[in-house]
Structures are given as structure tokens and as C-alpha cells.
């Protein structure tokens, strides 16, 4: 069998860390917490680094799910460490954040998803005078669970659709189902109607752009209101492989579009990731005039 060949990486895709004291700064002070920036290899680390933002990555690093993007690793976690809303606060303080960004690995072992923890990590930061955005997971589709983290006072509620319908199961886990998603997001809506919801697709996949749109339109029928479009990149050889690299004139294309089917703030570029510049998409969602 003719092996398919290896794409190579353009060059707008080439992102460099700062040389910059703050980012050694910031990696010194979050040595007791773990970060998706490191766990997920995001390209962006040095840049939001050297800002002195970052996303924690709550509930351990290891995933009870085993998504075939991904790059955090999975198998059977640890329990929940009761101490981390506190260590948490801890590190926000440190770093003199006002925006502060969450996420969790998938905790399918624990009967509420999760939900409990994540909620008590949000209050103790609403509590501390922080915003805070929730990269939320589905919580295996558990209303209850999704209403504790909602009224636990976050600011935004992100949740990502990842990829196209047809892509879903052979790219996402079995159990991230695209209605499933879908579903988490207008029930955080309809909970509170004035809750900023965030939700990002990852290019590259193999979708065309048709379908894209066809998501889009998706997200913003389930009220959406803030939507990252970004490029895929192959964490190891034995995940998805890249099938295509999108032009970065294709992105601003599909930025066009989404602004014109009504999402408040969009972020559409190759090296965008969801908690990229969050802080800046929220300000923007905030102050968009609505029709």
C-alpha cells in the first residue's frame, strides 16, 4: 500500500516563544498547578506567557476520555485534590490576573463529572474578585451537573464542538457527541440567558468548508455567542493526521461569515486555540450591540 505523505507545516504557522523574562516568570509560579498549555502543547505557551495569562487545567492531567487529537493523556485519574480551589486562588493572586481561564480533563470516574470541584474552583475565584471563563467538559450529557457549574457564578461557559458532524466519531471520543454538545450549550443559555457561551471547531481534519459553515450555523442556532475557529495540529504520529493546512484568507473568510450569522466575537486564525486572547473575546461579547 502507497503510504499517504506527510504535510509539511507553512510558514505562518511558525510561533516561536518570546525571549521573554515573564515567561519563565509565569512557569515558576504555576509549577504547582497543572496547565493545558503544557499538557495540550499549545504553540501559543511562550506568547501567552510572556502576557502572563494562562488556562489551568483543573481535576489532574490525566483523562478519563481518549480523544484522537488530543495530546493529554488518559487512563485512570487520581482523585480530585480538595486544596486546589485554594492553591488555585494562590497562583491567580501571584500572577495579578483579572480573567482568569479554567478547563478539566474528562472525569467520567466521578459521578457528577467533575462538576462539584470545577464549581468550587469558580466561586473560590468569583469570591476573590475574578472573572472566569469555564472550558466546560459535557459532563456526560448530566443537567444537574452543568446547572451546579453555571450557578456557581461563571462568567463564560465555553465548551467546544471540535470538529464537523461528520468528523465526530472518528475524531472525538465515542461518548462527545456532537448533539450532545450542542445540547450542553443551550441548556447553559436557557439557565441563564445572559451568559456569555463559547464554543471553537479545530481545522484541518479533513472537513470541507461547506460543512464548517453548516457547524457554525449549528452553534449559533444554540445561542453561541463566541466562536474560535483554529488549525489542527498532530500532537504524536499516532493521532489524527492533518489533512489539510487552511489558509489563513480561508480563516478570515469564515470569521466574515460568523460575524455575519450573528456571533459577537470571533477569533479565526491558524495558531487561534478557544482560550486564546479570552479575556479580549469576552470584553468584545460583552459590549456587541445584540438584535
Known amino acids: ?27 515558576g509560579r504555576l509549577r504547582a498547578l497543572a496547565t493545558v498549555c503544557e499538557h495540550a502543547r499549545c504553540p ?28 493529554v493523556k488518559c487512563g485512570r485519574p487520581a482523585p480530585p485534590d480538595d486544596v486546589e480551589p485554594a492553591r488555585l486562588c494562590d497562583a491567580v493572586r501571584a500572577l495579578d490576573l483579572g480573567y482568569v ?51 456557581a457564578g461563571v462568567d463564560v461557559l465555553a465548551h467546544n464542538l471540535e470538529t464537523v458532524r461528520r468528523l465526530a466519531p472518528s475524531v472525538r471520543d465515542r461518548r462527545a457527541t456532537t448533539d450532545r454538545s450542542l445540547a450542553l450549550l443551550v441548556a447553559a443559555k436557557r439557565r441563564r440567558p445572559r451568559l456569555i457561551t463559547k464554543s471553537g471547531l479545530m481545522l484541518g481534519l479533513g472537513e470541507t468548508d461547506d460543512e ?18 483554529g488549525q489542527y495540529l498532530r ?11 487552511v489558509d489563513p484568507e480561508l480563516f478570515r ?15 479565526a486564525s491558524p495558531r487561534v486555540r478557544s482560550s486564546y486572547r479570552a479575556a479580549e473575546l469576552w470584553r468584545r461579547a460583552r459590549t456587541a450591540p445584540t438584535t
Open 253 to 267: 473568510a469564515l470569521a466574515d461569515d460568523a460575524r455575519t450569522l450573528g456571533f459577537l466575537a470571533v477569533a
Open 235 to 245: 500532537p504524536s504520529p499516532r493521532h489524527t493526521r492533518v489533512e489539510r493546512f
Open 1 to 27: 500500500m502507497k503510504s499517504l505523505p506527510v504535510l509539511g507545516v507553512p510558514r505562518w504557522l511558525a510561533a516561536p516563544a518570546p525571549a521573554h523574562q515573564r515567561t519563565d516568570v509565569v512557569r
Open 212 to 229: 464548517v459553515l453548516d457547524a457554525m450555523i449549528e452553534l449559533r442556532s444554540a445561542g453561541v455567542d463566541v466562536l474560535t475557529l
Open 101 to 151: 481561564v479554567l478547563t478539566c480533563v474528562d472525569r467520567d470516574d466521578l459521578g457528577d463529572g467533575g462538576a462539584g470541584h470545577l464549581a468550587r474552583c469558580v466561586r473560590a475565584l468569583k469570591d476573590d474578585g475574578r472573572t472566569v471563563e469555564l472550558l466546560a467538559p459535557d459532563f456526560g450529557g448530566d443537567d444537574d451537573a452543568l446547572r451546579s457549574v453555571v450557578d
Open 44 to 71: 501559543n505557551q511562550g506568547e501567552c506567557w510572556a502576557e502572563g495569562t494562562a488556562t489551568f487545567l483543573l481535576l489532574g492531567d490525566v483523562c478519563t476520555r481518549s480523544c484522537r487529537f488530543c495530546a
